[in-house]
């Protein structure tokens, strides 16, 4: 499944009506490489990335049974995968109601809410899923939607949905891990990560995925072949995995973390430092509700992460999730996650339209990237700003080399060269 683009059918809030923002990664395939289900939304704060999402992720919220609920209009289309054939599909919003667009099976039709306790007096027409008025039932549009939306995200306004409860009758499309409750000491405001444990187990002791095993290993975590079963920790190995996989799968009991050798150290979500544990949760979270046709969204996914992990990002989670054929959305202002892919799959969002990028921004360099996109905001701090002046300023050559000595590779050292040069050029002319 792959998003291919979002049109704002109505003003709402900084959105103006016939915005649209490109998903398109590759417009002849749904393949799943790591080029065509990783799409970056950038911009700088206030742009609409968190909003724009907000919307999607709603819609398909509401999508079931609450139509009206949806107080905007939106159109949203993507690629799936339909037994043998790609099927594309549009689906929008329209004062309270939904509609759907199939090619060869539905133009523009209404979808009637699932709503259990409503009998409607639908009668399709000869052969076809569709009655008199153009209108179809929701189990009749089902699968060509989502298996799920998944949301990892830090919701401070309660921007994005919450998680349904679990006697809702009707379809649980949006899967809500909000990370701003794993602040603290308990984590009681989040769902089981239990199927994610037993799925991270299966990447572990299946050889074929050596890869995410290495890419863990090289930030520094070492799977210790230990999990929180109920209440009571366990070892694991080749033997015994398959049956604690089992144990969680059919509700006998709960994986509930998972121990690992880190500095020398055992760590596990009791002991973890903020950002160990951050990283580690949204990988567990996220699995324990992937499925092939999930849209994935991850909000500041380099959160209280250090810049060498930044950079491991994308080859982590596309290792993690190399089996699922899923779309990922990361909503980033992090350049080590924008320069990790090519400019067709970053989104740069101001004020609330989307920006053509000129430059190519696969690997590149961070203070190009930060002007070919913030180009308007670059300018000078205070200590920046002091340098030059002390380096305009000083004419005692001693002084200038001293500034040059203390500075990193930078445009303001270049500066102090430059300034050397010329100090050592007016002396040997006297």
Request: aromatic content about 14%; overall charge neutral; charged content about 25%.
């Amino acid at each position: 499944m792959r998003l291919k683009y979002i049109k704002i059918k109505s003003d709402y809030l900084i959105f103006k009506k016939g915005e649209v923002f490109n998903f398109n990664l590759n417009k002849n395939s749904i393949d799943n490489s790591l080029e065509q289900k990783f799409n970056v939304i950038a911009g700088s704060n206030g742009s609409g990335k968190t909003l724009l999402m907000s919307l999607f992720s709603n819609f398909f919220h509401n999508i079931d049974r609450f139509h009206k609920r949806t107080n905007y209009n939106i159109e949203i289309s993507y690629e799936i995968k339909y037994h043998k054939s790609i099927k594309k599909i549009i689906l929008y919003s329209k004062e309270g109601f939904y509609f759907i667009s199939v090619d060869g099976e539905f133009n523009n039709t209404k979808i009637l809410p699932n709503e259990p306790q409503k009998q409607y007096k639908f009668k399709p027409k000869d052969g076809s899923l569709i009655d008199d008025d153009n209108q179809t039932l929701f189990i009749h549009i089902r699968s060509y939607l989502p298996k799920s939306i998944v949301l990892s995200t830090f919701s401070i306004h309660d921007e994005y949905p919450k998680n349904r409860p679990i006697n809702y009758i009707g379809e649980k499309f949006v899967r809500v891990y909000d990370i701003s409750n794993l602040y603290g000491t308990n984590h009681y405001g989040l769902p089981s990560i239990s199927r994610g444990i037993s799925r991270f187990l299966e990447l572990m002791h299946n050889e074929e995925n050596s890869e995410f095993y290495e890419t863990l290993k090289s930030l520094g975590f070492k799977y210790n072949n230990k999990i929180l079963v109920d209440t009571n920790w366990r070892s694991v190995s080749k033997l015994n995995f398959k049956k604690l996989i089992n144990f969680s799968e059919t509700g006998k009991a709960y994986l509930n973390d998972i121990e690992f050798i880190r500095n020398k150290k055992s760590i596990n979500f009791s002991n973890m430092s903020t950002g160990e544990k951050m990283l580690i949760f949204r990988i567990l979270s996220i699995l324990s509700e992937i499925e092939d046709d999930s849209f994935v969204i991850i909000e500041e996914p380099e959160m209280h992460l250090d810049f060498s992990w930044n950079r491991q990002l994308i080859s982590l989670f596309d290792s993690a999730f190399k089996s699922y054929n899923a779309h990922f959305l990361f909503i980033t202002h992090n350049p080590y996650l924008i320069n990790s892919l090519k400019k067709e799959q970053v989104l740069f969002l101001k004020n609330g339209t989307q920006q053509q990028i000129q430059a190519n921004t696969f690997q590149l360099g961070i203070d190009e990237l930060f002007i070919e996109m913030f180009d308007e905001k670059f300018t000078i701090n205070i200590s920046e700003q002091n340098v030059l002046e002390e380096i305009n300023e000083t004419n005692s050559l001693d002084d200038v080399q001293k500034i040059y000595n203390s500075l990193g590779n930078s445009i303001y050292k270049y500066y102090a060269f430059q300034k050397i040069k010329k100090l050592k050029e007016d002396v040997e002319g006297k």
